[in-house]
């Protein structure tokens, strides 16, 4: 029998032994991008009081900054991939916002589980800044003299399954969420 021919017949039951690759060491996370990060989520502690005419241009300037570590190739870790994703999904464009996907999902493969929501909150933005509705349903909004919202929204799309696997909560939830919003920021 030819070796071609025992392959074929032994394809079912052999298994192939592929040595691992040695474990390389994780990167050491970027103390920048970690202070870039503290200090975007350090603006957004107290949502009734933010100063939108001093987070707004904070907000750009910490843009530059971690795009500037992101074009130096300061960024290696799953921790600076993920607070990097923070940092554009406070962002302006639909370009900042699909960035940010990328970088969360980069997060994720280098093994940030908790970037899984960053992830799909990040899609959501971009989606909804393009015109689109958004899939996951992480995105409300309060639009002035209305309710709190998540509109528009393709809640048939996902099941909630897919979004508790994505760190997003059920639909249920999401409306008590919405619910508990109305009443603490009217």
Do not use: C
Not at 90 to 104: S, V, Y
């Amino acid at each position: 029998m030819s070796l071609l021919a025992t392959l074929v017949l032994t394809a079912g039951t052999a298994t192939a032994q592929v040595p691992s690759p040695p474990a390389s060491p994780q990167p050491t996370t970027n103390p920048t991008m970690t202070a870039i990060y503290d200090a975007d989520q350090a603006a957004r502690d107290t949502p009734r009081t933010i100063d939108w005419k001093i987070v707004l241009p904070a907000d750009r300037a910490r843009r530059e900054q971690t795009q500037a570590l992101l074009d130096a190739g300061r960024l290696a870790s799953a921790d600076d991939f993920y607070h990097a994703a923070y940092v554009f999904q406070h962002g302006e464009t639909p370009d900042d916002f699909l960035k940010a996907h990328t970088l969360a999902v980069v997060a994720v493969a280098r093994g940030k589980a908790d970037a899984v929501w960053i992830s799909a909150a990040t899609l959501d933005r971009y989606l909804q800044r393009i015109g689109q509705p958004q899939v996951y349903g992480t995105q409300f909004n309060h639009p002035p003299g209305s309710k709190w919202t998540q509109e528009p929204y393709r809640r048939n799309l996902l099941s909630d399954a897919l979004r508790e696997a994505s760190g997003v909560p059920p639909l249920a939830q999401q409306e008590k969420q919405r619910e508990d919003w109305e009443r603490q920021l009217p």
